[in-house]
């Protein structure tokens, strides 16, 4: 028993239809060309002037401005110039840019009638993420007197640091020296108030808010000028607070260390607002920008949390495995609870509704020249014509749209599922170059007219 291949079954028939439409259309071509009032020349290749054109006798639709092959059977290429070479553009431009199926030439090749269609934009972006640690939260906390280090509060790397808290003991002997300069001229200040001497201690107290600035800017917090002043005893060891707090990322210096004024001790980093690194498919690219919003879970959280932000930025590069862009959101983060590493998805939510012409991704035949589509004429049934079109985005899902910026409107018609299979006949018959005058003939007319291109 002998078993049948449906798809080479399929395979050859297709061929055997492509055949008869091959032959068909070229008698039609040659009987275009006739009726016209062309006669097929004689002689050979002569010199080019104003209007001539070289045809193939044997493909009359086969032209050129020069002389020639035919690319079809070979053959060399026959001048005709003046009345027969107007007759013959004529013919060709009313006849070369179509393509004749029938219902049964539909269903072997699988083409389909769509529509252009308009459609609403998701106003949500799918994505995934990382957190990380923000760089402008990064702060190295320095010395601001020169001293040693009597004692470093600090033990440990990871743990989180409060503004305000303790960070070193310091010996500074020019903070002592700036400690006594003070207290002397708070005294005097005093003992001439008591001799109601007000114009000499206001003189007095300049000096008294000098001494104030010099210990601040030595790294005194006012708590500990008013103890001083209140005390009146110099402090050898003064006590320096964090002005900034973070988790401690790193210790740059131990207890005993001598540190020069602007001496690192300990860098922080401030985790809210946290980053979050978020990846936006190719296709999704031109949806986002600065400011939309984010709405995200964490797997680290149980996915419960919901964090909100903001996009911040836009990074340039395209990743090449993942073809993805990275954005950066800035996501308030209290209590901490976020941390750099965690995984992160969700969506970003666009500020702006918009809407896309658009139809099906197999409707559109993409090439060096642009892009294309096949749509019925009004005059003749079952034939179509190709036309130049301005293709934007892949959208959809899973892309299944391609977006038309311009060449078509709401509600054209076109071929889908076999354009490809069309157009190579359309080449195969040297005619799939698109509209031009023909256009016009078109369902629809022309909305953008494009040139007929005939080798």
């Known amino acids: ?41 004689e002689g050979g290749i002569g010199a080019a002037d104003d209007g001539s054109i070289y045809i193939d006798s044997m493909h009359p639709w086969i032209t050129s401005d020069k002389p020639g092959t035919c690319p079809i059977c070979g053959m060399e290429l026959i001048r005709v110039s003046g009345e027969d070479a107007r007759k013959m553009q004529e013919a060709v431009a009313s006849g070369v840019a179509k393509v004749s199926l029938s219902p049964l030439d539909r269903i072997i090749s699988n083409a389909q009638v769509a529509h252009v269609e308009e459609i609403e934009l998701s106003s949500e972006v799918k994505t995934y993420g990382t957190a990380v640690a923000p760089e402008t939260g990064f702060q190295v906390l320095t010395s601001w007197v020169e001293g040693r280090v009597e004692k470093f509060y600090v033990q440990e790397t990871g743990v989180y640091l409060q503004k305000g808290a303790k960070l070193i003991d310091v010996y500074s002997p020019m903070l002592v020296e700036a400690q006594g300069e003070f207290l002397v001229a708070v005294k005097a200040r005093d003992r001439l108030r008591e001799k109601n001497l007000d114009g000499v201690s206001e003189n007095t107290q300049k000096l008294v808010e000098s001494g104030r600035r010099k210990l601040s800017l030595l790294g005194m917090t006012g708590a500990q000028i008013e103890n001083l002043e209140k005390n009146g005893t ?158 934007g985005r892949f959208l959809g899902e899973n892309s299944e749209w391609v977006e038309i910026l311009d060449g078509l409107r709401k509600g054209q018609t076109v071929l889908s599922g076999a354009v490809f299979l069309i157009d190579s006949e359309a080449e195969l018959l040297n005619v799939g170059g698109g509209g031009g005058e023909v256009e016009a003939a078109a369902e629809g007319g022309s909305d953008s007219g494009s040139n007929t291109h005939v080798h």
């Open 1 to 41: 028993m002998v078993k049948v291949n449906i798809g080479v079954l399929v395979f050859l028939l297709g061929l055997v239809v492509l055949l008869g439409l091959f032959i068909r259309h070229q008698r039609e071509q040659i009987d275009k060309m006739l009726s016209a009032g062309f006669k097929m020349p």
């Open 234 to 391: 110099v402090v050898d060891r003064v006590t320096v607070y964090a002005r900034q707090g973070g988790i401690v990322m790193r210790l740059m210096t131990t207890q005993g260390m001598y540190l020069m004024e602007g001496g690192e001790i300990l860098e922080v980093a401030s985790l809210s607002p946290i980053w979050v690194e978020l990846n936006v498919y190719e296709q999704d690219i031109p949806k986002v920008k600065t400011g939309d919003r984010v709405e995200l879970t964490a797997t680290g959280l149980g996915g419960e949390t919901k964090l909100n932000g903001v996009i911040k930025l836009l990074l340039p590069e395209i990743m090449g495995e993942s073809r993805t862009m990275m954005v950066r959101a800035e996501v308030p983060n209290p209590g901490l609870k976020l941390r750099p590493g965690m995984f992160v998805e969700g969506k970003i939510l666009r500020r702006e509704s918009e809407s896309a012409l658009v139809v099906p991704r197999d409707s559109v035949l993409f090439s060096g020249k642009g892009a294309k589509v096949w749509i019925p004429t009004v005059d003749e049934p079952d034939t179509y014509i190709a036309k130049d079109v301005k293709a």
